[in-house]
């Protein structure tokens, strides 16, 4: 077990990093992680009534479209956790004022790469679960019987131009900026859509009513679930980098912009602040690949089992902490190498911690107090109890 520790922040505004260790997934580990963010005033659900895990604060409320956005380009560890996404979807639907909106699981593998050669799938043969029959499919499927929940693999409309609702556009497809960003290279693309239950969502702008014909923004959450590991160019793959599964590739290469290419200059922070944010994001680190240079494509045998679920309202300050106090110990320990490529405190021109600093800059120059300051970063530890 690694030595993780709770600490305070020498410095504001703060960011908490909140950790759990022993999970596996299928247990009851996501509940503790949210009475760990309740003990600290972060309550999962949005309701009048105050009380343990709820209060008008809260993240989510009874007839919000929550997005569960997961990683399916890859299968065994390089995708997310299975059992992770039904502990996290199922937390959703028993919303204490009774659920009434809906749940979507979803992701963009580009229509490329990865496992299959032809991007995402949520029915993969090998899974990251204990049971690894268990695919993302089977896991919401599984839990239909609880409330409005489905899945949408965004591959399927990826190489769809459209225009947003309020364009009279009703298709569903990507929506293409007409300019990239000066600094970053992102020509930022974002998926809208017609949900299994009819919501039509735009990840820009929110849930469209087409009788008022506006969007509602704060219907909208994103419950961002990466997965922990290597990566062969950007060193690490985390909860920024994540957001490479949310616009389409191929379009915005089309026009001369790989979105991919811009993850060095800081384009993932370009494309969070020009769509929209997670609401909080929840670290699949139960099984990591900590070998520099091999990910994203993890098999079980490439995969270490940290055991650790970890999640932040700031998606910088957990790549920051999961990376210095995961994966790097990790990678001295088992392989016995240099951890240089995931040292977020390494600001060579082009790491890791070069782009999460500039993507952490175009979040901040947007009104996103988000930090890669270890002394603003706050840690919360608990046991599985």
Known sequence: MLPLKSKAAVKSPASTVYAVEGANGNDGAFNTLLELMDASGLKFYKTRAKGLLQGPTGLIARDDVVLVKVNSQWDECGMTN??????IVAAVLAHPDGFVGEVVVADNGQAQYGSTSHGGSFE??????????????????????LGRVSTYLWDEITEKLVGDYSEGDADDGYVVAERADPLTGMLTSYPKFRTLH????????????????????GRLKVISIPVLKS???????????????????????ARGHRPHASVGKGGMGTLMAETCVP???????????????????????GATEANIIAASTDPVALDYWASKNILCPIAKSKYGVDATLFDPDNKTKGSFGDWLKLACAELNEAGHPYTFDEDRIAVKIAGKP
């Open 124 to 145: 993969y043969e090998v899974n990251n679960a204990e049971d690894r029959s268990q695919s993302t499919q089977k896991a919401v499927d599984s839990l239909g019987a």
């Open 198 to 217: 009819g919501s039509l969502v735009s990840f820009k702008r929110g849930v469209w009513d087409p009788a008022a014909k506006k969007y509602d923004a």
């Open 279 to 301: 609401t909080l994001s929840v670290l699949d680190a139960i099984r990591v690949n900590a070998k520099p240079g091999t990910g994203p494509k993890t098999p079980f045998d």
């Open 231 to 253: 990566h062969f160019i950007y060193g690490v793959t985390g909860a920024v980098k994540h957001y490479m599964g949310v616009p389409s590739d191929k379009l915005s290469a």
């Open 82 to 87: 299975t059992d992770l996404v039904k502990a």
